[in-house]
């Protein structure tokens, strides 16, 4: 191992692992967003709406990144629509990132049992405050597990924009082997790289579900969860 | 112009070609599929063990694992192995390794949750009418823990086809390299052939992906009922 080689262009990682983060913080901001109003729009059953939403669903869980990726740099260009690599890799991200949003905020709010909304009617309040002070609260907390699972799975595939002609770590290390032929430093460093992001967010995500457990309902040993 | 794109997908054998293709990464997802049942159910029966030690080396598994996009370990695996263990791997033969290891641990995982989720006195009323211990796995758990098993062990199929279509990363001749022989073929005949070319194994994708999913789902409501 080649310790002066991997001082040397350890900022070339870094530079490239903010890249990743930013892309990944864009995209997964943005898959939040589309998630909530797609759940919004099954719970509520909007016409016409749900039907695109359910193909949108459908779509975009089943296809891979990279070809939603390559259809997106290669592919849009020839009917006019050129996408630099970012736009591209953080609509890629969002586009995918959105459906399995969507589907982790409505199974949370679809676990909670009719009674509770039933027993809201009942005490006279309006659909809004049911929403708000019933479902919502228990609809986070079920919803976290999943939610923190998605994130750390969106970031995880962030590592395919290197196709894209993105330079991030995958690109960096791919680089350095080619031209060093340096293969254990560039992927040592690779490695600790994804280490270094990911470790944090999934400590942070252990913390952060047993932290909302106390909420569910009807959970009378919130540690074991049983 | 727009009649003209979607010509090259009828041109020649290429649309076959491009199915050829797919296939190509589809195998691979099979074959790693087929190891990672047989290895993830031992594991998962592993993972249930009482010992803490097992535990925590299981954990550190999985963990590690879930934490590597696959795209690294097929880095790792793919440009390591030439150079430490001196053997030049193919690019499939490094992809059916590491998308091995990687289902092994998640299918190790689902294995463990589904024999968690059977309630203890399942075992007990089975010690309880005499059955011994492989009895009560082979007439009372395992049947059941298949059914529960069915709709997630689906999902991690699609799962796996999807996360095969990144071996044209460690340069495996599959659909998306067939896709870009075919464009480039055509660069001055049909300009816009990438549109089309790649669209179609966009869908190509969804038509493999889609039953799969669609049956877990089906599957997964049918059991809850």
């Excluded at chain 1, 591209?88 to 709010?109: D, H, N, Q």
């Excluded at chain 1, 919502?136 to 995880?156: D, E, G, Y």
Aim: with cysteine; charged share 15%.
């Amino acid at each position: 191992m080649d310790f002066e080689f991997i001082r040397a262009y350890a900022p070339l990682y870094a530079s490239a692992a903010g890249l990743t983060l930013t892309i990944a913080f864009f995209g997964i901001l943005l898959s939040v967003v589309i998630g909530l109003l797609c759940s919004l729009v099954k719970i509520f059953k909007i016409p016409v709406l749900t039907v695109i939403v359910n193909g949108y669903i459908e779509i975009s869980r089943n296809t891979p990144l990279l070809i939603q990726l390559f259809f997106l740099y290669f592919g849009l260009p020839k009917i006019g629509i050129v996408l630099s690599s970012e736009t591209c890799a953080i609509t890629g991200l969002a586009f995918l990132g959105g459906s399995y949003m969507a589907e982790a905020f409505r199974t949370g709010i679809e676990q909670i049992p009719k009674i509770q909304t039933d027993s809201g009617l009942s005490l006279g309040m309006t659909g809004l405050q049911i929403f708000r002070f019933i479902l919502l609260p228990q609809a986070i907390a079920t919803s976290v597990p999943v939610f923190c699972a998605n994130i750390i799975f969106l970031i995880k595939e962030t590592s395919v924009f290197s196709a894209v002609a993105l330079a991030d770590l995958m690109f960096v290390a791919k680089d350095l082997i080619g031209i060093y032929y340096k293969t254990d430093e560039a992927l040592f460093m690779l490695v600790i790289s994804y280490l270094l992001i990911l470790l944090p967010v999934s400590a942070f995500c252990t913390l952060l579900e047993r932290r909302v457990r106390y909420a569910e309902f009807g959970n009378s040993n919130p540690v074991s969860g049983k | 112009m727009q009649n003209l794109g979607i010509q090259i997908l009828f041109q020649g054998n290429n649309f076959l070609r491009l199915w050829v293709g797919l296939w190509v990464s589809l195998k691979l997802a099979v074959i790693s599929m087929f190891f990672s049942i047989c290895l993830g159910m031992l594991f998962g029966m592993v993972m249930t063990s009482t010992n803490k030690l097992v535990r925590f080396f299981c954990r550190l598994y999985l963990e590690t694992v879930r934490i590597m996009p696959q795209l690294v370990l097929l880095f790792l695996v793919y440009f390591g192995a030439a150079k430490h263990l001196n053997v030049n791997l193919s690019g499939g033969t490094a992809a059916v390794l590491v998308f091995t290891f990687w289902g092994t641990a998640e299918m190790g995982d689902l294995v463990r949750s589904a024999l968690e989720s059977i309630p203890v006195h399942q075992y007990q009323s089975g010690y309880a009418l005499g059955f011994g211990k492989i009895g009560v796995y082979r007439h009372i758990i395992i049947p059941q823990t298949i059914r529960r098993l069915l709709p997630s062990m689906m999902n991690l199929l699609t799962r796996m086809v999807k996360t095969t279509s990144l071996v044209v990363l460690i340069g495996v001749i599959e659909v998306v390299k067939v896709g870009k022989q075919i464009i480039d073929a055509s660069r001055y005949t049909v300009p816009d052939a990438a549109l089309w070319v790649y669209g179609v194994i966009f869908i190509m994708y969804f038509a493999v992906c889609y039953p799969f999913s669609r049956a877990a789902a089906l599957l997964d409501k049918k059991l809850r009922d």
